[in-house]
C-alpha cells in the first residue's frame, strides 16, 4: 500500500464516516490476548512483567484506561466482539464445552449473525485469523465461512502450548488441546515437542503480513494468541528471565514475554513491509485474568468470570503512527465498539437490519471526549441458580454478587470497596431499572458448558429476571 498519512492528516477532526470515505482504508492488526490480568502489562504498571514491545506501542498511542470487553468469560466475549451484540440477546452466554465432550457439537454462532470479519472482506481486505477461535467445531461455522481468508490455529476453548499433538477422529475422542492445528481446514502435522505455540502463531502472522503487504488492498489481521491462558507452560529462555519469581507467576511471565516479543516480530514485519505507518494496531485481552493461576488484576477488584471490574475490564491500546495521539482515554469503551468503529473506518457497508450494541467510537475518542455519556454498558454472568450482574454508567457500577445490589463511583474507588447504595437509593434503583430493560431481549442459551449445566438451568427456573433485578 501506499502511504496514507498525506491523505488522513487533514481529515482527523472529519467524523469517522467521512474520515473513512474520503481516506485510504487503514490495515487493522488486532491482538487479542487470553485471560491477561489487568496489571501484567508494562503500560498498566506491572512492576516484575517486562512488556517492553507493548509498552513501546503504548506509549506511542492511546492507553484505554475504562476498556472493557462483553463477557468475563472466553467464548461469549469473542462472539460479542465479532457480532457487535451481547451474546445473551442470540444464545451465547455460555463457553462451548470441548469438542470431545460430545455435547453440543452441532452448536456455534448463529448463521444469521455477520461478523465483523465478513464485513471488512465485503469490502475489499485481506483477512486473516491466527490462533483461538471458539465460536464454533462444525464446518458451518469454521472461519473461514465467516469472512477469514486465512485461518492458521485452533477451533476450540485452548490448545497446549508444546506439541506434538494429534489428529482427531470423527467421534472427536481426542482432547481439544491436544488437537493438531489447522491451516483452513487441513490439518498441521509437522509440530513437535520443540514447537512453542505463541512462536507458531506469531510466525503465520508474520508471513500474512508479509504477503498482504504485496498486493495493492488492505488487511484485516486478528492475532488471538491463547497466552497466558492455561495450561501454563514457557520456554526456558523465557524462565530464565524471572529469576526473582516463582511458581504459576513464574511461568505466566514468561508466557506473557514471549506473547510480547511475537508482538515485536508483528511490528518489524510491518515496518520491514512498509505497512506500520498505515495500520492501526488495537491490543487488548478477552476477559480478565485468573488470579488461581498466575494473574495479577490489580487495583481492579474479582477474577476472570466475575462481574466485578476485574472481570470484563482489561488493559487496552490504539496504535497508528501520527494518527492516533500519544496519551491516554479514561472513558468507557467497549469491545462491542469494534464492530462499527473498523466498519466506518474501512467505509464498508454494515448489512441492513444488522443489529448492533456498540458504538462507531473513532470520532469522540480523537476529540478525547466520552462515546456514550449517559450510554450503559452491562456484563451478566449466569451462575448455578442465580446471576451476577455488573453494570456502568459513567463513572457509577451497579454490581448484584450472590443476591445483593451494591453502589460504586469508580472514578473515587477503582477496587470497589466503598458501597454507596446507602446514600444514593434513587440512583441505584434508576440504574437497576436500565439495566433490566437493556436485559430485556435476552433469549434462553443455545448450549452451557455442561449438560449438567443445562439441567441446573432448567431446575432452577432460570435466568429469574424478575427476582435478579428487584432491589430489597
Not at 174 to 179: A, I, L, N, S, T
Not at 306 to 315: H, I, K, L, Q, W
Not at 388 to 411: C, F, H, M, P, S
Request: with cysteine; aromatic share 12%.
Amino acid at each position: 500500500m501506499k502511504p496514507l498519512l498525506a491523505t488522513l492528516l487533514p481529515l482527523l477532526a472529519f467524523p469517522a464516516v467521512l474520515f473513512a470515505a474520503d481516506a485510504k482504508k487503514p490495515n487493522i492488526l488486532l491482538i487479542l490476548a487470553d485471560d491477561l490480568g489487568y496489571a501484567d502489562v508494562g503500560f498498566n504498571g506491572s512492576k516484575d512483567i517486562k512488556t517492553p514491545e507493548m509498552d513501546a506501542l503504548a506509549e506511542g498511542g492511546t492507553v484505554f484506561s475504562s476498556a472493557y470487553v462483553v463477557h468475563p468469560f472466553c467464548g461469549p466475549s469473542r462472539m460479542g466482539l465479532f457480532s457487535g451484540r451481547y451474546p445473551h440477546e442470540f444464545g451465547g452466554p455460555f463457553n462451548l464445552p470441548d469438542y470431545s465432550s460430545g455435547d453440543y457439537r452441532d452448536q456455534g454462532i448463529p448463521a444469521g449473525e455477520t461478523l465483523i470479519s465478513t464485513v471488512l472482506k465485503d469490502a475489499g481486505y485481506q483477512t486473516g485469523l491466527m490462533g483461538k477461535w471458539h465460536l464454533g467445531h462444525a464446518p458451518q461455522f469454521h472461519p473461514n465461512k465467516h469472512g477469514f481468508d486465512e485461518f492458521y490455529g485452533f477451533l476450540g476453548g485452548g490448545i497446549l502450548f508444546f506439541g506434538p499433538y494429534q489428529e482427531n477422529n470423527a467421534r472427536g475422542s481426542v482432547w481439544d488441546y491436544k488437537v493438531c492445528p489447522e491451516h483452513n481446514g487441513v490439518n498441521d502435522t509437522s509440530l513437535t515437542a520443540a514447537d512453542y505455540m505463541t512462536d507458531v502463531l506469531t510466525d503465520k502472522g508474520v508471513a500474512f503480513i508479509q504477503n498482504a503487504s504485496k498486493k495493492d488492498a488492505p488487511f484485516f489481521l486478528m492475532m488471538s494468541y491463547n497466552a497466558p491462558h492455561t495450561v501454563l507452560a514457557a520456554k526456558d529462555e523465557d524462565l530464565a528471565l524471572y529469576p526473582d519469581l516463582t511458581g504459576k507467576r513464574k511461568v505466566y511471565a514468561a508466557m506473557v514475554h514471549s506473547m510480547d516479543a511475537g508482538i515485536g516480530r508483528l511490528v518489524d514485519a510491518l515496518k520491514s513491509s512498509g505497512e506500520y505507518e498505515d495500520t492501526l494496531i488495537v491490543f487488548l485481552s478477552d476477559n480478565g485474568g485468573r488470579t488461581d493461576e498466575g494473574a495479577d488484576n490489580s487495583p481492579l477488584r474479582g477474577a476472570k468470570g466475575d462481574t466485578t471490574e476485574a472481570g470484563s475490564r482489561v488493559p487496552m491500546f490504539f496504535h497508528w503512527p501520527e494518527v492516533v495521539k500519544p496519551g491516554r482515554y479514561d472513558h468507557p469503551v467497549s469491545a462491542l465498539d469494534f464492530y462499527p468503529t473498523f466498519a466506518a473506518l474501512a467505509g464498508a457497508q454494515v448489512p441492513a437490519g444488522k443489529d448492533l450494541d456498540g458504538t462507531d467510537i473513532w470520532s469522540a475518542f480523537q476529540a478525547g471526549e466520552s462515546a456514550r455519556k449517559g450510554g450503559m454498558l452491562y456484563f451478566v454472568r449466569y451462575r448455578n441458580g442465580y446471576t451476577d450482574v455488573g453494570a456502568r454508567i459513567d463513572d457509577w457500577k451497579i454490581t448484584r454478587e450472590r443476591n445483593q445490589w451494591k453502589l460504586y463511583n469508580l472514578k473515587d474507588d477503582l477496587g470497589e470497596a466503598k458501597d454507596l447504595a446507602p446514600q444514593n437509593p434513587e440512583r441505584l434503583q434508576e440504574m437497576v431499572a436500565k439495566a433490566r430493560s437493556m436485559c430485556s431481549n435476552h433469549v434462553k442459551p443455545l448450549w452451557f458448558d455442561s449438560r449438567q449445566a443445562e439441567q441446573n438451568w432448567n431446575s432452577t427456573h432460570m435466568p429469574n429476571y424478575d427476582k435478579t433485578f428487584q432491589v430489597k
